[in-house]
């Protein structure tokens, strides 16, 4: 009888501890991986639309398994602040450009170099190549991983006090650009003083005269309101841009392979999306930009400034001897 009892209770031991395994692990798999994704652009810009449409594209293809937090307006902090995150491993994603990325794999900065392809088209190109394959494998290995890479920032122009149609005209002028080496050198061989500066700083700079002006895309120049103390926009089309999202190797590769790649290809279809986006947007933000009492600068001397710029590429030793030919060649 008293055995019985004894083996009675063990059954009910196991049975109980059984029970709270299988709970827990439903509990476990039902908690949805959270990733959270950071960029400087202002809510309603076609960037955080874009980023809304990759949001709604995991979540509906995880059927709610992984959550997306979007934190716009720079709330994640800078881009190196985000990066030095994803190098211990966080859960974040953060825009960034190659240039940034030279800090990690130098040849890669050449990718966002002044006037280097002529059409996005011919980038897209070299995506596709060894070369670029090889940079993102070195990438990897640093702790960093390109998650998405087919989103078009849109073409760079300049934003200002006055008119920049040939680089003598943007002597003693400080623009705003991004930190980093490349923009830096970039700016400077247009003629400006390089002014680096977060992009959530440059209205009040702009309107306080610490700068004249400064450089991006129409869609992140008008909605920063940059229009409201700048009146001069000179259609340079410096820069065919590209943005990556970057994430941590560490965490994706923590994921199951399933929800990795889904992560991906949501985000390579988001970018399509911004793609739409920002072709249906130029137009309207063009006239828009009339409408506020800024002067459209059509007539630059694109050439001169080309001319210009290319002496950034003798600057760069860390560059692979011959890297811009090389780049050359590959689109021819």
Known sequence: MRKRLVIGLLLVAVFVSVAHFLVTDRLSAAKPVVVNIGYENNPGEPLDLACKEWQRLVEERSNGTIKIQLFPSSQLGTKKDATEQMLMGANVVHITDPSFLMDYVPDMGILSAPYIV????????????????????????????????????????????????????????????????????????????????????????????????????????YGAKLQEEAKYLSLTE?????????????????????????????????????????????????????KEGVQIITDVDKEAFRENCKAIYDKFPQWSEGLYDKIQNLIK
């Open 118 to 221: 002529e059409t996005y088209d011919q980038l897209f190109e070299l995506f596709e190549t060894d070369w670029y394959k090889g940079l993102k494998k070195e990438l990897e290995a640093k702790g960093l991983t390109i998650v998405a890479d087919n989103w078009i920032y849109g073409d760079r122009h300049l934003l200002a006090t006055r008119p920049a149609r040939k680089p003598e005209d943007l002597k003693g002028l400080k623009i705003r650009i991004p930190n980093n080496r490349l923009s830096i050198e970039m700016m400077e061989a247009m003629g400006a003083t390089a002014t680096p500066m977060p992009l959530g700083e440059v209205y009040p700079a702009l309107a306080q005269g610490v700068i004249g002006g400064a450089e991006n895309p129409l869609s992140v120049l």
């Open 238 to 290: 410096h820069q065919k841009m590209v943005i990556f999202w970057l994430g941590s190797a560490q965490f994706f590769n923590s994921l199951p392979k399933e929800q990795a790649d889904l992560i991906r290809k949501a985000g390579m279809d988001a970018g399509l999306a911004m793609k739409e986006i920002n072709e249906k947007n130029d137009q309207k933000l063009m006239e828009n930009f009339k």
